[in-house]
T-cell receptor
Framework: KNQVEQSPQSLIILEGKNCTLQ??????????LRWYKQDTGRGPVSLTI?????NTKSNGRYTATLDADTKQSSLHITASQLSDSASYIC????????????FGIGTKLQVIP | KAGVTQTPRYLIKTRGQQVTLSCSPI?????VSWYQQTPGQGLQFLFE???????NKGNFPGRFSGRQFSNSRSEMNVSTLELGDSALYLC?????????????FGPGTRLLVL
């Protein structure tokens, strides 16, 4: 069964600190992995998209890594800001004739002053 | 450019009724996907349309259906509503269906079934 597990479920960090969120998946065959940021009450916003051949991708202070061999991804946030407070969702799509999209439950990040 | 718009934003229905939600993608986008988000299950994929054709479908019962029009606008219909259908329904659009296509989400329609 295709699954996407994220850890931690929630995280509180001080403004200015770095943090790393984890995503482990069992989706196979793999097509792509996406990280989204979702502010409370709003739709998700795409942060990064990675395919099998990519092992790192950055978007400003957000850097995602992918290890397709171990089926793990991480999202690293540098120099956190209060506006980074949100849920971060990992999404994995499988390849094949009928693609299946599997979502992680998300990591709720709170950045405090 | 205007973003993805969804109507209505809020909706209250009773069990057994049906509901139709609407999504207008970003101008020029031809792919529209629908998702259901609940506190317990998180985000779940419903279906994806491209050029009026359903390309992909999630594991939802047949009560959930959708369609896409020639102008790329999309509608989602849920018949015989159940309490468990209470959720935030999100629509996302993208230019095409490539693996690197960025999806842009709308604000969602919050449905409450009583």
């Amino acid at each position: 069964k295709n699954q996407v597990e994220q850890s931690p479920q929630s995280l509180i960090i001080l403004e200015g600190k770095n943090c790393t969120l984890q995503c482990n998946y069992t989706v196979s065959p793999f097509s792509n992995l996406r990280w989204y940021k979702q502010d409370t009450g709003r739709g998700p916003v795409s942060l990064t998209i990675m395919t099998f051949s990519e092992n790192t991708k950055s978007n400003g202070r957000y850097t995602a890594t992918l290890d397709a061999d171990t089926k793990q991804s991480s999202l690293h946030i540098t120099a956190s800001q209060l506006s980074d407070s949100a849920s971060y969702i990992c999404v994995v799509t499988n390849s094949g004739g009928y693609q299946k999209v599997t979502f992680g439950i998300g990591t709720k990040l709170q950045v405090i002053p | 450019k205007a973003g993805v718009t969804q109507t209505p934003r809020y909706l209250i229905k009773t069990r057994g009724q049906q509901v139709t939600l609407s999504c207008s993608p970003i101008s020029g986008h031809r792919s529209v996907s629908w998702y259901q988000q609940t506190p317990g299950q998180g985000l779940q994929f419903l279906f994806e349309y491209f050029s009026e054709t359903q390309r992909n479908k999630g594991n939802f019962p047949g009560r959930f259906s959708g369609r896409q029009f020639s102008n790329s606008r999309s509608e989602m219909n849920v018949s015989t509503l159940e309490l468990g259908d209470s959720a935030l329904y999100l629509c996302a659009s993208s230019l095409g269906v490539g693996v690197q296509e960025t999806q842009y989400f709308g604000p969602g329609t919050r449905l409450l079934v009583l």
